[in-house]
């Protein structure tokens, strides 16, 4: 209803590509947020930035940015193309692995440090299934660490 209301206000709806070829206008963000790459095309192109992301996925992409910097592979648990897990996997430079589900979690690399990070709206039970797999694997010269990043308003409605 709110999208609604807005269209009829003057919203139109673009994506990256139309994004591109905008200069002096407002743009909104959604709720999923957006990789580092969308700001810096709007610093260059002097579009303002209404930025209506949740705070709880801005706070996902400081703690993945934060941990891709400290060093480590970065494994999101998320669905491939989904507009949060592109802003997610946009604090690493594109370096981030994504599983979308548990079968995925075979195909990691088990000798190097992993660091689990999830979409804010994946199952908690297929994330702790992961978790469980990553840890019975995981060299002992490893490190692995998760990191609960699934959201509770979300997880209660499943």
């Known amino acids: 209803m709110e999208c609604e ?4 206000m003057g919203l ?3 994506n990256h590509d ?3 070829h905008l200069h002096n206008v407002k743009v909104l963000l959604r709720a999923h947020g957006e990789p ?17 992301t949740c705070p709880v996925v801005l706070q996902l992409q400081k703690r993945i940015k934060a941990q891709y910097e400290a060093g ?3 494994v999101i648990f998320g669905k491939k193309g989904h507009a949060e897990v592109l802003g997610l996997v946009g604090q690493t ?6 599983i979308e589900q548990f079968d995925d979690v075979r195909r990691l690399d088990f000798q190097h440090d992993i660091f689990l990070f999830s979409q804010t709206t994946k ?10 797999y990553i840890q019975q694997h995981i ?3 490893a490190t692995f660490k998760s990191f609960d990043t699934i959201c509770r308003s979300v997880a209660n409605r499943m």
């Open 5 to 8: 209301r807005l269209k009829q």
């Open 12 to 14: 139109i709806t673009i």
């Open 18 to 20: 139309e994004m591109a």
């Open 36 to 52: 580092p790459e969308t700001y810096d095309l709007a610093r260059r192109n002097n579009i303002e930035i209404i930025d209506a």
């Open 72 to 74: 480590g592979s970065i």
């Open 93 to 98: 430079d594109g370096r981030a692995v994504v």
């Open 123 to 132: 199952s908690l039970d297929e994330f702790h299934r992961i978790i469980e």
């Open 139 to 141: 060299s002992p010269t």
